[in-house]
């Protein structure tokens, strides 16, 4: 069966894997790949740029509409450069202070729908893997395949806090876990897009799964649902 621009969203709370399985899914597929919290981060860190408050929903959704973001290839191709106002700020946006304040910021319904055109536009040929909380809810309700992940609270900072680490992010395990489960629960109780499953999603508990193993799950639900014969 050949669909037009297909969709398959990933969401999930912060340390379910959701951003690495994402990318690989995608590159698999040779497919585009949003990974839609960078937009919250990245609007987030023009708010502290631009000293305006994380409480100030008119003024945040005007630099939401104006949010000057380039996604750019890595020299050696296989990375994402983000640059803000032409600024590389890859980096920057991943700490849990910006995570925190991008999470304040995707609370105002204004800012949400700001952003929502911006998202759609990645919905080219030949397909697209996103994730985020609200990919297959509101984003992309029509999605061909959503799938919506979860991992228990101490797993998930366990794997934030390695993750972290990794990229040179200076972290402390308990501050962490506090920051996570605070984020987790505005996530989650907002009044817009509240960080829930589709009905129609696919839920896969992680905890007991390595990455490979959520990316095959995805891989086999894609292929049922395009009719692909399974190896
Ligand atoms: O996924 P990530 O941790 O980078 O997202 C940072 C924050 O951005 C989340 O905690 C969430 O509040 C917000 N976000 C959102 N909707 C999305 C993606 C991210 O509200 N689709």
């Known amino acids: ?19 690495v ?7 698999q597929l040779g497919w585009h790949i949003l990974d839609s919290g960078v937009l919250y981060r990245a609007l987030a860190l ?5 000293d305006v408050s994380l409480e100030n929903e008119p003024a945040l959704q005007v630099l939401a509409e104006h949010l000057d973001i380039q996604f750019k290839a890595s020299e050696t ?36 729908l700001a952003l929502l055109s911006r998202q759609r536009a990645f919905q080219e040929p030949p397909g697209l893997v996103t994730d ?3 990919m297959g809810t509101v984003v992309f309700p029509n999605a061909d395949l959503k799938i919506f992940l979860t991992a228990s609270a101490d797993e998930r900072a366990r794997r934030r806090f390695s993750q972290l680490k990794e990229k040179g992010i200076d972290v402390n395990l308990s501050d962490l876990v506090k920051e996570l489960s605070e984020r987790d629960k505005r996530d989650q109780e907002r009044a817009v897009a509240p960080l829930k499953p589709a009905t129609d999603a696919v839920c896969i508990d992680t905890d007991k799964l390595n990455i490979q193993q959520v990316v095959e799950y995805i891989i086999k639900e894609y292929k049922k649902v395009f009719s692909i014969a399974q190896q």
């Open 1 to 19: 069966m050949t669909r037009k621009n297909p969709v398959i969203t990933i969401d999930g709370a912060s340390g379910t894997g959701k951003g």
């Open 21 to 27: 399985v994402g990318h690989i899914v995608a590159k």
């Open 46 to 50: 023009a708010a502290q740029k631009h």
């Open 77 to 112: 191709g296989d990375a994402t450069v983000i640059l803000l106002e032409g600024q590389d700020v890859t980096h920057d946006i991943r700490t849990e202070k910006v995570g925190n304040a991008a999470s304040k910021v995707g609370a105002l319904p204004a800012v949400r």
């Open 132 to 134: 985020g909380r609200d």
